[in-house]
């Protein structure tokens, strides 16, 4: 079956938000989620600072409401993490865009991230389409302003980026990320989102993907900067 349309994105306060995601519940994380669909591009790469990234299917059609293509994206979260390019701390996968908090290792910068984990899924979605909803591929087209035209998975541009230095931002985050699927009424309770890790975070199974936990600084000091735990961590 053809995927269908995404349903209409509402304007409020003159942004561009989904479905009752954001207008329901006003909270300082609700305004984050606020400016982070709007368009921005800010991009730090800061050595041992963690990041809280989003970013949105084309059109914010719902091309991430299917087993499919969710498991596409979390096998290229596998590959980089394989890779060694990040440590991931949550992850979760909403019909028409994702959320991560990860820590980049080394000296990896967030715009090859952000390759490794977009790519892959992008090609194997239009494939996939190439070959059994044909039909579909016309909603993915871009006209770009240089004339030329191709299929795209992913919103152009890298989404939302913001750096993470304390470790109360970074438990903020990781709620938060959790917290997407409730909020939207998709489930209950977070933890039966089979497509986030708030499930791996409660149990310590790590389905469908792992986390990596060990790296992340525990609930304990909140408010140091995320530097100075993470170095404490590693002595
Ligand atoms: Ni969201």
């Known amino acids: ?77 596998r590959l980089g993490q394989e890779q060694s390019q990040f440590d991931l701390w949550a992850y979760v996968v909403m019909p028409e865009h994702v959320h991560l908090v990860l820590l ?17 899924p992008s090609k194997q979605a239009i494939c996939w389409l190439r070959q059994n909803a044909p039909e579909y591929l016309p909603q993915l087209q871009d006209h770009q302003p240089n004339g030329k035209q191709h299929h795209r998975f992913w919103q152009r541009g890298g989404g939302y980026d913001r750096n993470l230095r304390s470790v109360r931002d970074i438990h903020e985050k990781i709620a938060y990320v959790h917290d997407n699927p409730v909020r939207r009424g998709m489930v209950e309770q977070a933890v039966a989102w089979r497509w986030s890790s708030a499930a791996a975070w ?17 609930l304990t000091n909140l408010d140091e900067p995320l530097h100075g735990a993470l170095m404490r961590r590693y002595d």
């Not at 980049?104 to 490794?116: Q, R």
């Open 104 to 120: 980049p290792l080394g000296e990896t910068k967030v715009s090859n991230i952000l390759s490794t984990i977009k790519q892959s």
């Open 1 to 77: 079956m053809a995927p269908r349309m995404a349903p209409q994105s509402k304007t409020l306060i003159g942004l561009r938000v989904f479905d009752a995601e954001i207008a329901i519940v006003r909270s300082p994380v609700d305004n984050l989620d606020m400016s982070l669909h709007r368009k921005t591009c800010r991009r730090y790469d800061i050595p041992g600072e963690a990041h809280f990234l989003t970013f949105s299917c084309f059109r914010r059609l719902p091309l991430l409401n299917y087993d499919r293509s969710r498991n596409w994206f979390l096998a290229a979260l």
């Open 202 to 218: 409660q149990t310590g199974v790590d389905e469908p993907l792992a986390i990596n936990r060990a790296s992340l600084p525990p």
